[in-house]
């Protein structure tokens, strides 16, 4: 974690790393100081990807700036342990949406799923069908890339909608209530399961994304802290897509939550790493921290009917047809 006053060998690799991603804000301290210009370039390149914009180099903005420098076509891409990840990745996943490939979430993750889209698309073009994403695959790509219509994302997500009732009973949650909202998660859990939710509870963040995927849950849920003041409720979302179940459940929790602790901005896209990582619908949700102990049955009841209404009645943009 690097904030501001840090006087450190890592904050001269966070400058090279900065500069390497060609950040807007000009990097006028010097190196291996970590002052106001530095700040400012920090939160420029997380305005940029839809981090957290707090000015602190934590984490998810490391992660992120090691994955921002590499153009597809630069490496050999393939299914790995651990998973490849990059801009590179995601170059690759939004080409393969766009031509009717699907790889899933263009998420910056070569998974299963954008291995699978992979070797279809190899197939359709003619080469080589190893999974593996070489230069003789990225020469295929640009000769058919003019080809591309739009993104099968939109479409998918729509036919996943469609195919499941709106309604809250009888889907699988996971729900991690972390931190100073953790008095709160008995009764969060409560309601939900009151309200027909099968509830799965994880007491770590970085356990959220593991057991939310290998359950192929409906939606994972976090209430935990973060510091940023123009973000109650995040879901996954980036420049070419948005999760929309994701979204739906985030705007009305937000709604809900303002019934507790007044109006905000809205919720938000980002893409923090537990919103990258879960394969389904997430949300992260930061209530009121100044105000967290008011009202803990207020909040527990807001983020149930949140959830609720965000399944059985997601906003016009997001609400499947049946």
Do not use: K
């Amino acid at each position: 974690m690097l904030r501001r006053g840090a006087d450190d060998p890592a904050v001269a690799e966070l400058h090279r790393q900065l500069h390497a991603v060609g950040v807007a804000a000009p990097l006028t301290d010097p190196v291996g100081m970590f002052g106001a210009a530095t700040e400012e370039a920090v939160r420029s390149f997380q305005r940029s990807r839809a981090l957290q914009v707090d000015g602190v180099c934590g984490p998810d903005t490391w992660a992120v700036l090691d994955e921002a420098r590499r153009p597809l076509g630069s490496r050999l891409l393939s299914l790995r342990r651990p998973m490849v990840r990059g801009d590179d990745v995601r170059a690759l996943q939004h080409w393969l949406n766009r031509l009717g490939f699907d790889p899933g979430r263009e998420d910056g993750i070569l998974g299963g799923a954008t291995e699978r889209a992979l070797r279809e698309f190899q197939r359709a073009a003619g080469v080589a069908a190893d999974g593996i994403c070489g230069p003789e695959t990225c020469r295929a790509l640009e000769r058919v890339g003019g080809l591309a219509a739009g993104s099968i994302l939109a479409v998918r997500e729509r036919e996943q909608l469609e195919a499941t009732p709106r309604r809250l009973a009888g889907r699988r949650l996971v729900v991690a209530v972390l931190d100073v909202y953790t008095p709160a998660r008995d009764a969060i859990v409560a309601g939900l399961v009151a309200r027909g939710a099968q509830v799965r509870v994880v007491d770590a963040l970085d356990e959220v994304a593991d057991e939310a995927n290998r359950h192929d849950v409906d939606l994972a849920l976090v209430v935990q802290p973060f510091t940023d003041p123009q973000c109650r409720v995040a879901y996954y979302g980036i420049a070419t897509f948005r999760s929309l179940r994701g979204s739906a459940i985030a705007h009305r929790l937000d709604e809900s939550l303002a019934g507790c602790y007044g109006e905000s901005a809205g919720a938000v896209a980002r893409t923090f790493g537990v919103l990258r990582e879960t394969r389904m619908a997430a949300v992260v949700c930061q209530p009121a921290p100044s105000e967290v102990g008011a009202d803990l049955g207020c909040l527990a009841d807001a983020i149930v009917r949140g959830i609720q209404d965000g399944f059985e009645r997601p906003p016009a943009e997001t609400r499947p047809t049946s």
